[in-house]
């Protein structure tokens, strides 16, 4: 996890915190999604 959290795939709270056991809504999973065909370079 903090890989990812390093690779700015995932992202916490804005509080800085991150809540693992908080349920991930349709736009979390697609932002994540997003972030990570970024950062292996798939998309622009």
């Known amino acids: 996890m903090e890989l990812l959290l ?4 995932m992202q916490g709270r804005k509080t800085g915190e991150f809540a693992p056991r908080e349920p ?13 065909l ?6 622009n």
């Open 6 to 9: 390093q690779a700015g795939i």
């Open 24 to 36: 991930a809504n349709r736009s979390h999973i697609a932002a994540i999604l997003n972030r990570f």
């Open 38 to 43: 970024v950062f292996v370079d798939y998309m």
